[in-house]
T-cell receptor, first 117, second 114 residues
């Protein structure tokens, strides 16, 4: 089974600076999808960014970008110009592209990001 | 926007009680999921459903059951609540097609079993 590892339980960043959250995963599949989700203190989980494994180009969404290293099975999230509203729990997730397996999404344990004013 | 609504945000139940957690989505999604979230463990899949009356066990189905009588509604049932089921429960939904579809989450239900 696929596993997702987030090795940083907590991170902090100064407002306006850049922070990188780490994620590694283990899979034998060649085609899959990777996600970063944000869970603010209000608790509703929302999608931050999504990466398709067959695409070499790293996904970008405004201040959020990823560094996808397929061979290393690494998928880090970079937040530029951090804002107070970025403070949340961030989850890395993996979803298979294999039809029989694609109804499940595997999550890491999460990284709690604190943004200091 | 997709809306996934969990009927109860905070519940306190006694050991041995039967507990129902209800979830409704408004986007005609085929897939629905129940996850449990615990500190340091992330989200763990309890059950998912890919169609009405269809269900599949996830990683931690013991002590839980589910019901999906209508496409938009997916219920999680704790037949006899125990203190180790105190947790945050998250409902989610997604489209059926290829695995890259985003999963959309509800706000979560905090369950305390005393």
């Amino acid at each position: 089974a696929q596993t997702v590892t987030q090795s940083q339980p907590e991170m902090s960043v100064q407002e306006a600076e850049t922070v990188t959250l780490s994620c590694t995963y283990d899979t034998s599949e060649s085609d899959y999808y990777l996600f970063w989700y944000k869970q603010p203190p209000s608790r509703q989980m929302i999608l931050v960014i999504r990466q398709e494994a067959y695409k070499q180009q790293n996904a970008t969404e405004n201040r959020f970008s990823v560094n996808f290293q397929k061979a290393a099975k690494s998928f880090s999230l970079k937040i530029s110009d951090s804002q107070l509203g970025d403070a949340a729990m961030y989850f890395c997730a993996y979803r298979s592209a294999v039809w029989e397996n694609n109804n499940d999404m595997r999550f890491g344990a999460g990284t709690r990001l604190t943004v200091k004013p | 926007d997709v809306k996934v609504t969990q009927s109860s945000r905070y519940l306190v139940k006694r050991t041995g009680e039967k507990v129902f957690l209800e979830c409704v989505q408004d986007m005609d999604h085929e897939n629905m999921f129940w996850y449990r979230q615990d500190p340091g463990l992330g989200l763990r899949l309890i059950y998912f459903s890919y169609d009405v009356k269809m269900k599949e066990k996830g990683d931690i189905p013991e002590g839980y059951s589910v019901s999906r009588e209508k496409k938009e509604r997916f219920s999680l049932i704790l037949e006899s609540a125990s203190t180790n089921q105190t947790s945050m429960y998250l409902c989610a939904s997604s489209l059926w097609t290829a695995g890259g579809n985003t999963i959309y989450f509800g706000e979560g239900s905090w369950l305390t079993v005393v």
